[in-house]
């Protein structure tokens, strides 16, 4: 009877128009390939073969759809030049260089990986063996992998000339016709479903259907092109029903195997029981729940009875009351041991750091359970891409209810993106947007951290924008970030975003957010030149229990007023709050940008003064130090700084220096070594080098020495030299002296200062 279903299911299938099938096309670069996965449904045969200008990619359904958008985001068109959709649907054509070959391999989820590989095409292809599809990734391996993992090896052939298997033409037969069975067998059959329903009912039988209709009896396969080798299905020739069962048996002893699991670091991984916070949850208002897990929290002898507690603690995490669980768990006296993750889990849901002295739950983020995204989540450090097992914490997540998962979601998406797996965020967005009732302002949140990640600061910040505008938790730290993106672009803040975060920052003072919210209303306004208002915050700063984020608050407000374009504000606002300034608190290079800023305005002096003994004698702080003394007229001490300095910049100030003693030869030496051609033609004028002069001075500068220094003209010949009477050479003295005199007269306004 179940054969007469699926018979049935197959007719029509068959009958019914199939949608057009969106293939998503990923890439990634290597230092020698570049990769590009097509993501085509699990038993999907395809081939590729080589064609002018590149090679074409060819699948049997014409109703495919190649989704080229995202192709170029990762790689660059080097490997491959293009890539376009060829003459029908169902092929796509890779223009690639002549100095490129393609390798190809497909992957247990069926999707075809096409490696464009350094190097000419090799003499003959190597077929791939087919794999058998599968829906499921292997255990322990982020979907990531797929992508960017090194090609398979290919399989050796058994025979020296291996010929690629072409489909046959010879139809599939969906479903053998059945004969009528006698009364028996149809009793048989009607306790075999009923016995199977029961079993679907427990969870014990699943059925995974095809997401595609199979061809219809007696239609033959499109043939493929052979010059590659093809990843298709095996034919069978019985057709299996796609049921997974297991007993009651496997069931039971699930829990158990999954406590023995280990992580890749050694750790034991425990049970998806014990994060398994949708089964927290049930259809009862929430007050009915918190009510019922209430009772019977005190057994006999007014004893705390344990498991009503935890179930309490798991209720509230739940709904989001982390604070509450951790509070119950604390009254009732329930020991760490007894109490597992949920004071971890309860420190999540609220958004709190989790303190350094929980480890409960490092290094277990490479498991292939629930326990992978509370790892990632309680990792005070961000953890390594390769020891994250991303296709456990994505499962964890999507099995997560509504509500956990729009507090969890924005922590987690910027955790990924800090370890370099952006898709992997949007990936949780999606899962997050296709919630029931989904919190937009969490979506938000994560759209911004993915704009920002991917270089779209202006995006970023209009979401940064809303989110702030918005009265709920996550406005404080949307404002945080709005500023800090617009300090980043130079950008003035608006005065009513500072004196918001200054509102916030009152409000929330004592913990780490409002300690940022009043850096971000201090450096706000330093960013429109309210330099005495921001000391004055800053010096009101209650901040003992912050002390580094007071200390880079203090650098980025010095280094502001370093920048800021007018120099009346700079010398007002320095020498008013210079006792505030103190090297020894400021960074190497904030030091530096006081110290030109002061020496460009005529301080040198104060220059000095601003750079610690240590940045003295530091490359970078000589050169400071070398600069103040130049504009001090000290070019002896100016000197001494540069003596061994390497370097452009170096040798531009000891030319200086020497010109400003006198030394003009050493002077056109330093500054031909410099780079500085028109500073050295300067100094070769002073020095009286007219040769140098000659060849590379002005068309002014050139005449002069032509008619006052004759001795850079080559010696005339005497036989060209013709004696002149007294009157012609009465008249060549008149001629040469007028020369002379408009000569002098050109350089000296040449030489004129403007």
Not at 131 to 160: C, H, M
Not at 358 to 378: F, T
Not at 518 to 530: D, F, N, Q
Request: with cysteine; glycine share 6%; charged share 25%.
């Amino acid at each position: 009877m179940t054969r007469f279903i699926l018979a049935v299911w197959a007719l029509l299938f068959a009958a019914s128009p199939v949608p057009a099938q969106q293939i998503a096309v990923r890439s990634g670069e290597h230092e020698n390939f570049s990769r590009l996965v097509f993501m085509l449904p699990p038993g999907t045969a395809w081939t590729t073969e080589r064609v002018d200008g590149g090679y074409r990619l060819t699948t049997p359904s014409r109703e495919n759809r190649f989704d080229l958008s995202r192709v170029f985001d990762l790689i660059p068109k080097t490997r491959v030049l293009s890539i376009s959709p060829d003459v029908d649907a169902r092929s796509v054509f890779i223009e690639t260089p002549p100095s490129v070959h393609l390798e190809s391999f497909p992957l247990p989820i069926g999707a075809a990986v096409i490696d464009i590989v350094d190097g000419a095409e090799p003499d003959k292809a190597v077929p791939v063996t087919p794999v058998k599809p599968s829906f499921v990734p292997s255990p322990n391996r982020g979907y990531l992998d797929l992508y960017w993992s090194k090609p398979a090896p290919s399989a050796q052939p058994e025979t020296p000339d291996p010929v690629v298997q072409i489909p046959s033409e010879k139809p599939v037969q969906v479903a053998s016709p059945l004969a009528l069975p006698d009364a028996r067998v149809q009793a048989a059959e009607r306790d075999l479903v009923d016995q199977l329903g029961r079993a679907a009912s427990q969870g014990l039988i699943t059925m995974e259907l095809p997401k595609h209709a199979p061809e219809a009896p007696g239609k033959p396969q499109e043939e493929p092109p052979t010059e590659h080798a093809a990843a298709e299905t095996p034919k069978q020739e019985g057709v299996s029903l796609p049921l997974q069962s297991e007993t009651v048996v496997d069931r039971d002893m699930a829990a158990t195997i999954a406590r023995h699991q280990l992580s890749d670091s050694g750790h034991s991984c425990p049970s998806d029981t014990e994060f398994d916070v949708l089964s927290w949850q049930t259809d009862k208002p929430v007050v009915e729940q918190l009510t019922e897990a209430r009772r019977d929290l005190v057994g006999e002898f007014d004893r705390p009875r344990p498991e009503a507690v935890i179930h309490l603690a798991q209720v509230y995490i739940a709904y989001g009351f982390g604070l509450e669980a951790k509070a119950a768990l604390r009254a009732f006296g329930i020991p760490p041991a007894e109490a597992g993750p949920l004071p971890t889990m309860a420190d999540i849901v609220d958004g709190n750091p989790i303190p350094a002295s929980d480890k409960s739950l490092i290094g277990l983020s490479a498991c292939d359970g629930k326990v992978a995204l509370w790892s990632v989540l309680a990792s005070p450090e961000t953890p390594r891409k390769e020891d994250v097992n991303f296709g456990a914490v994505l499962r964890s997540y999507s099995a997560l209810p509504p509500n956990i998962r729009a507090l969890v979601g924005p922590p987690l998406s910027a955790r990924l993106i800090e370890m370099g797996a952006p898709d992997v965020a949007t990936t949780v967005r999606s899962m997050l947007a296709r919630a029931p009732k989904s919190d937009q302002r969490a979506l938000d949140e994560i759209d911004a951290q993915i704009e920002l990640s991917a270089g779209r600061k202006e995006e970023a910040t209009r979401l940064l924008d809303g989110l702030a505008q918005s009265d709920t938790p996550e406005a404080a730290e949307a404002l945080i970030k709005s500023i800090e993106v617009k300090l980043s672009e130079g950008v003035a803040i608006p005065t009513a975003d500072v004196d918001n975060a200054g509102a916030l920052g009152l409000q929330m003072r004592g913990s780490e957010t409002g300690a940022r919210l009043v850096r971000a209303e201090i450096l706000g306004m330093g960013s429109t030149a309210r330099f005495d208002d921001a000391f004055r915050a800053l010096a009101n700063w209650d901040s003992q229990n912050f002390g580094d984020l007071e200390k880079s608050t203090r650098n980025d407000l010095a280094n502001l007023l370093g920048k800021v374009p007018s120099d009346s504000i700079f010398i007002e606002t320095f020498f008013r709050h210079r006792d505030e300034l103190d090297p020894a608190n400021l960074q190497e290079e904030v030091q530096l940008t006081l110290a030109d800023r002061l020496s460009n305005t005529g301080f040198s002096q104060s220059a000095r003064d601003i750079l610690a003994a240590e940045t003295r004698r530091s490359p970078k702080g000589r050169l400071a130090l070398a600069r103040a003394a130049l504009v001090g007229r000290d070019a002896a001490a100016a000197y001494s700084y540069l003596s061994d300095l390497p370097g452009e910049e170096a040798s531009k100030m000891r030319g200086e220096a020497m010109s400003m003693i006198g030394n003009h030869d050493t002077a056109e030496g330093e500054f031909a070594q410099a780079g500085q051609s028109q500073a050295q033609i300067e100094e070769a004028w002073r020095a009286g080098n007219w040769n140098f002069v000659a060849k590379e001075g002005s068309e002014t500068q050139k005449r002069f020495v032509e008619l006052f220094a004759p001795e850079t003209k080559p010696p005339a010949d005497p036989r060209d030299i013709v004696p002149l009477g007294p009157l012609a050479e009465a008249q060549q003295l008149i001629t040469q002296s007028q020369s002379e005199r408009d000569a002098f007269a050109k350089l000296m306004e040449e030489l004129k200062t403007p």
